[in-house]
């Protein structure tokens, strides 16, 4: 008998342990986050926010939650910055929404190798198309969006927020 008492004893331990360790990560933010560096990341029914800026999410596509960045660090466009993104999906077609954003400053300008320039949806910025897919790049108060999608359509639809 007392040893039973000791295993549950060593069992309430160690679930206790494992809870707290699994609730430290654990949210309120109800489809919102950010973090003390200054990530921001929003997305309610079909809008999506990142760093103040909004998305329209195409109908029919859902989130990869797995996928959500929120101020991760990078080393993109030639510099040390940190991004926020996320992917969504609709059967096998993707789409990604990453805005990137330095931590000294904005960023002044962009250019884009092997690009053409291109307005689209009121967003001056550089097109390419990759692999069949359009990768549209722009900058906006100091920070670059970057849109991966896999027609000129769903890239226009997205920045129709």
């Given at each position: 008998?007392?040893?039973?008492?000791?295993?549950?004893?060593?069992?309430?331990?160690?679930?206790?342990?494992?809870?707290?360790?699994?609730?430290?990560?654990?949210?309120?933010?109800?489809?919102?986050?950010?973090?003390?560096?200054?990530?921001?990341?929003?997305?309610?029914?079909?809008?999506?926010?990142?760093?103040?800026?909004?998305?329209?999410?195409?109908?029919?596509?859902?989130?990869?939650?797995?996928?959500?960045?929120?101020?991760?660090?990078?080393?993109?466009?030639?510099?040390?910055?940190?991004?926020?993104?996320?992917?969504?999906y609709n059967n096998d077609t993707n789409i990604l929404v990453?805005?990137?954003?330095?931590?000294?400053?904005?960023?002044?300008?962009?250019?884009?190798?092997?690009?053409?320039?291109?307005?689209?949806?009121?967003?001056?910025?550089?097109?390419?198309?990759?692999?069949?897919?359009?990768?549209?790049?722009?900058?906006?108060?100091?920070?670059?969006?970057?849109?991966?999608?896999?027609?000129?359509?769903?890239?226009?639809?997205?920045?129709?927020?």
């Amino acid at each position: 008998m007392k040893k039973i008492i000791i295993v549950l004893i060593a069992l309430i331990a160690i679930g206790v342990s494992i809870g707290a360790v699994s609730a430290e990560g654990f949210s309120f933010s109800f489809g919102s986050e950010s973090n003390s560096d200054g990530g921001d990341f929003s997305l309610n029914n079909d809008k999506l926010s990142l760093q103040g800026m909004d998305f329209k999410v195409p109908a029919g596509f859902k989130e990869n939650e797995s996928s959500r960045m929120v101020a991760n660090a990078t080393e993109a466009f030639g510099e040390k910055c940190k991004v926020s993104g996320t992917e969504f999906y609709n059967n096998d077609t993707n789409i990604l929404v990453k805005v990137f954003f330095a931590d000294d400053g904005d960023f002044k300008d962009l250019t884009v190798d092997n690009a053409t320039k291109k307005t689209i949806a009121g967003h001056e910025g550089f097109i390419t198309e990759k692999e069949g897919r359009m990768l549209f790049d722009y900058l906006v108060d100091g920070k670059i969006v970057e849109i991966n999608s896999p027609d000129q359509q769903t890239l226009e639809s997205i920045l129709k927020a």
